[in-house]
């Protein structure tokens, strides 16, 4: 079992103990049950954020005179941000102890919020956008990172179920909490509700969190291996942001990819050569973790692709307010809270890789049964495929997450933290993108028969560009003075072809899905996991 090195005091003296031979910590201080509360706190303001402040981007827009595009960069640069520095931050928290880091993560994501709510400029709103992704990207591996150090083996995955169970509870509750604070208070208010939490989080880790570092944890770092990683994360998110506008077919997409690529390849090449690499490529020669690297961003795919049509079926297809829209989010994000602690329990019991393949099956049924949604379903069935989702997703954030972290050792659990998040964030991003791609090529092709056979008039290609933009988020393209009966036309060709094109979106996603339970077949129960607290107070 690999030896640990502890500071308890956060001033950076170490002394070497075994795990086993651990004395439990005095009061509070590095109780398990009560580090994984105080770092819940933290992560829910990040998962919070992700969901709560894209209700308040048209008041955004609007209060602050910005075009469409710079409120996309409200998102894609705490994205860009967050993406590009995960598993450099890991590594951060591996070298100077996550409890530091966690720390700083908090307190810069909440002062970054503060100053957005402050900011009367969309350029200042960008600006701390970046921020909170950097500060972000420090907070989320650092709190995997205690987690693995602080609970023993056999409590891992439970503590990890909840940690994904305070995700989902976030999630759902962001834009049914963005909806009211924005009609009720001002937008300013989604981002200084992170004030309070942030500081609570802040209070809670000074006091309760323990500093664990791994004897053998680096002690140099590898600046051409973050500058090379950094470089090529960042030219494959920036292709994925930017594959929409500029077309997949389009120079500067394949410009960027191709040096994406490069730069992976110099990585993977600089790698071997240094003493102490940002990732050592032996971490992949486990091929459970490899397995649970790809199940992540394969599942996200599926997922996060998936559901991004949904938000503009159920708003611009159904007619319903961002409120309502979340609301019937709910048995999807609710079975997610209630089934990640007990796919939690159920994978220290069995192990994960049948969770995992039965999981990601779920998430075929559902994504196929989401295909099959029609203009006129009513909300019982669509609840029924959101909650089935819900249900697979459950345990392939609980088992993937723990696949990932608990098959790499010790000293490296914070870079293994930041693979987990960065390929979550990256098949997100790719799921997007590609499923985007897939829903803008059915719409092009079936937008203007549709629209002949429905008898309105002929549209010219400049105008049919700009209804097929409208008609790829479920709008109708209806111009000002137009009659109703032809509006009520213009309605039904636009939301069938958006039908169209979010059931082909759907059975992509079912396939990825496909090839994600065979992915999980390969993985299994974390080697080092007993590497953690083995006698920590429980």
């Not at 907070?139 to 439970?158: H, Q």
């Not at 938000?311 to 809270?337: E, K, R």
Request: aromatic share 8%.
């Amino acid at each position: 079992m690999t030896s640990q090195t502890i500071d308890t005091t956060g001033s950076g003296d170490k002394t070497p103990t075994p795990p086993s031979d651990r004395t439990p910590a005095a009061g509070l201080r590095g109780h398990p049950w009560f580090t994984l509360i105080t770092v819940a706190v933290g992560v829910m303001m990040v998962a919070l954020d992700g969901t709560i402040v894209a209700i308040a981007n048209p008041a955004i827009q609007k209060d602050l005179n910005a075009s469409f595009a710079d409120v996309q960069w409200i998102t894609n640069g705490y994205f860009l941000a967050l993406a590009v520095c995960l598993i450099t931050a890991g590594k951060l928290g591996d070298r100077f102890g996550h409890r530091q880091t966690f720390l700083i993560g908090v307190l810069g994501f909440a002062a970054a919020s503060g100053a957005i709510g402050m900011s009367s400029s969309i350029a200042l709103v960008v600006t701390f956008r970046v921020l909170q992704g950097l500060f972000g990207a420090l907070l989320m591996p650092a709190a995997l990172g205690l987690l693995r150090a602080t609970f023993p083996a056999e409590k891992l995955n439970m503590a990890i179920g909840i940690w994904g169970m305070v995700i989902g509870a976030s999630t759902a509750g962001g834009p049914i909490l963005g909806g009211v604070l924005v009609e009720h208070v001002n937008w300013q208010s989604v981002f200084f509700i992170n004030v309070p939490v942030g500081i609570l989080a802040v209070v809670l880790g000074v006091w309760i969190l323990l500093d664990h570092r791994a004897e053998n944890a680096p002690r140099s770092f590898d600046v051409l291996g973050i500058a090379l990683l950094s470089a090529a994360m960042f030219c494959l998110v920036w292709a994925l942001i930017k594959a929409p506008d500029w077309t997949w077919g389009g120079g500067r997409t394949w410009t960027f990819l191709v040096a994406s690529v490069v730069g992976f390849a110099l990585f993977a090449f600089w790698e071997t050569k240094v003493k102490e690499p940002l990732i050592p490529l032996a971490l992949f020669r486990s091929v459970p973790l490899a397995a649970g690297v790809v199940l992540m961003v394969l599942m996200a795919i599926a997922f996060m692709g998936g559901l991004f049509f949904v938000t503009f079926y159920l708003q611009n297809v159904h007619g319903m307010s961002p409120i309502d829209a979340g609301l019937h989010l709910l048995p999807l994000t609710g079975m997610m809270i209630v089934g990640s602690p007990l796919a939690g329990a159920m994978i220290t019991k069995v192990g994960p890789r049948i969770p995992l393949a039965g999981g990601m099956a779920a998430v075929v049924i559902a994504m196929f049964g989401m295909s099959t949604l029609e203009t006129d379903t009513g909300s019982g069935l669509m609840s029924l495929w959101f909650a089935l989702l819900g249900v697979g997703l459950a345990p392939v954030m609980v088992g993937a997450t723990e696949v990932i972290v608990g098959n790499a050792p010790m000293e490296l659990s914070g870079v293994a933290g930041g693979l987990q998040q960065a390929a979550m964030q990256i098949g997100g991003s790719l799921g997007t993108a590609v499923l985007g791609a897939v829903m803008a090529s059915k719409v092009d092709s079936d937008l203007a028969g549709n629209w002949k056979d429905a008898g309105l008039p002929q549209l010219s290609p400049a105008q049919l560009d700009q209804a097929s933009e409208a008609v790829q988020v479920g709008v109708a393209p209806v111009a000002k003075g137009t009659p109703e009966a032809v509006v009520t036309k213009i309605a039904d060709v636009a939301h069938e072809t958006f039908i169209s094109g979010m059931s082909l979106a759907s059975l992509v996603a079912a396939g990825v899905a496909v090839v994600a339970v065979l992915v999980a077949l390969l993985t299994k129960r974390g080697e080092n996991a007993e590497a953690g607290a083995g006698a920590a107070h429980i």
